[in-house]
Nanobody, 126 residues
Framework: EVQLQASGGGLVQAGGSLRLSCAVS????????IGWFRQAPGKEREGVSH????????YYADSVRDRFTISSDYAKNTVYLQMNSVKPEDTAVYYC???????????????????WGKGTQVTVSS
């Protein structure tokens, strides 16, 4: 059974760091792309960062580029989102989701994903 579990959220001060984890099961990371999405209160869910398992290609939204880093640990079947220099604007529920194959990462969107899990809350205080 395919499952994704996001974890690692919490309360962090602006400028601090946090690492989110997306533990996946039921498929090989190499056959899927994993996307991190977030939804802030009153806003639509947006793509944050994605990684393609087959070749390791990555994508970052302009708002997080150079601050966040996405990576995959194939041995642990886990995708990480390292969040550095966080801002209050990063406050949101963060979700991870998967899509099979080798998609064009900038075109990934939530409703197009194959599987998804519960989100984890990230709150950045000022």
């Amino acid at each position: 059974e395919v499952q994704l579990q996001a974890s690692g959220g919490g309360l962090v001060q602006a400028g601090g760091s946090l690492r989110l984890s997306c533990a996946v099961s039921g498929f090989s990371l190499g056959d899927y792309a994993i996307g991190w999405f977030r939804q802030a209160p009153g806003k639509e869910r947006e793509g944050v960062s994605h990684i393609r398992g087959g070749d390791g290609a990555t994508y970052y939204a302009d708002s997080v580029r150079d601050r966040f880093t996405i990576s995959s640990d194939y041995a642990k079947n886990t995708v990480y989102l390292q969040m550095n220099s966080v801002k209050p604007e990063d406050t949101a529920v963060y979700y991870c989701a998967s899509i099979r194959g080798s998609p064009y990462l900038p075109m990934i969107y939530w409703d197009g994903m194959d599987y998804w899990g519960k989100g984890t809350q990230v709150t950045v205080s000022s």
